[in-house]
């Protein structure tokens, strides 16, 4: 039977936030995106449906992403971690199984520090945070605060070709799943006018120049509830080192690997993901 996505507005602190909403099984997962110029039914629209058919799935669209309200200040972690406890106070459902991509991941490893009543499961994949600095850090630090980022989108956006390259180098290890639809659905983010913009206040309010502002990794040890990190073997932004080390740091740890995916594994794999997933709340009894 095919699964029913509903949209869904909602207020937390007084910003409007788009959240789609499926399934009603007895638990509860969140599924956070990633950065860039990503949206809950862009990294998540397949994998709803899968989980949709066992359990109740709700995927906000992040303030700044899709149709949720951008804001004035500063997109920091901080300000997504309330966010994102505002959104499941506002739902009534927790504890919740959070899943969270990259930036997603990020966040979701702050609420698990940070509001841990609130998470039953955790399940990061390829998260923001599993590590002390970035790879070539310096250069990054540089680029965050440099014009070429401030204009990415809008010079990239206009390119097709090289925006099916930046998908099939950074994002997919199959290159075969980089669809012209996909192609389209990307360039129409980048080419918004505010593209990019709630990332690069992230980027420049999280990277300072000799690590991170705010340190997860320093803190994996105190995450309490069962973790599953999943990961992407071939992952450029986050490399697999990080996940093994943190899955030997974080004390509750599984780790599955996703043979040859890149940084977005769960659209590369929705099956897989979703299996996974599935398999690791059932072994949890929830």
Known sequence: MAVDINKKMITVQGINIQCFDAGNGAATIVLLHGAGVDSAMMSWAEVIRLLGENYRVIAPDLPGYGGSDSIDGEYTLEFYTETVKGIIEAFQCPPVVLVG?????????????????????????????????????????WYTRSKLNDNLYQWTGKYPAIVRWSL????????????????????????????????ISFQRSE?????????LYSRLSEIAMPTLLIHGSKDKAVPLKDALTASKLIPNCQ???????????????PEEFARVVGDFIAGQNL
């Open 101 to 141: 991509l990259s930036l997603g991941g990020g966040i979701s490893l702050n609420m698990a520090l940070n509001y841990p009543g609130l998470i039953r499961l955790l399940i990061p994949v390829d998260a923001w945070g599993l590590f002390p600095k970035l790879p070539y850090h310096r250069l990054t630090h």
């Open 168 to 199: 099939a180098y950074n994002l997919f290890g199959d290159k075969s799943k980089v669809t012209e639809a996909l192609v389209e659905e990307v360039r129409d983010g980048m080419l918004e006018p505010e593209a990019g913009k709630p990332f």
């Open 207 to 215: 990277i300072t120049r000799t690590g991170l502002h705010t340190d």
């Open 255 to 269: 780790l599955h690997i996703m043979e040859g995916c890149r940084h977005w594994p769960q659209k590369e794999r």
